[in-house]
Nanobody, 124 residues
Framework: VQLQASGGGRVQAGGSLRLSCAAS????????MGWFRQAPGKEREFVAA????????YYADSVKGRFTISRDNAKNTVYLQMNSLKPEDTAVYYC??????????????????WGQGTEVTVSS
């Protein structure tokens, strides 16, 4: 599967952005999907994940209550709605797909496919 992330940009603190990740292929619903981010000089970290059918979602504590992950399997797309953005949310955001069965994966190594990243900058 190929993933194409979009929707990043520059926003002031307190603002909102919606990221999208479009997937190629006809088996999108067979992948758990996740969003990760990587700030300059830091390791890539988990942000949010969603199960194949979208019935389970998971969030990092740092974004819980502010970010919402969702998916539309008919459109082969996963979204990340980001509200109340903070300067510490500044990073390159990556979407990823996992074939892992069982619990929705939350670790980098559990994901098989990665998009190219979209940059989010939050100014204070």
């Amino acid at each position: 599967v190929q993933l194409q992330a979009s929707g990043g940009g520059r926003v002031q603190a307190g603002g909102s952005l919606r990221l999208s990740c479009a997937a190629s292929g006809r088996t999108f619903s067979s992948y758990a999907m996740g969003w990760f981010r990587q700030a300059p000089g830091k390791e890539r970290e988990f942000v949010a994940a969603i199960s194949r059918m979208g019935d389970s979602t998971y969030y990092a504590d740092s974004v819980k209550g502010r970010f919402t992950i969702s998916r539309d399997n008919a459109k082969n797309t996963v979204y990340l709605q980001m509200n109340s953005l903070k300067p510490e949310d500044t990073a390159v955001y990556y979407c990823a797909a996992s074939t892992r069965l069982g619990t929705v994966p939350k670790r980098v190594y559990e994901y098989n496919y990665w998009g190219q990243g979209t940059e989010v900058t939050v100014s204070s």
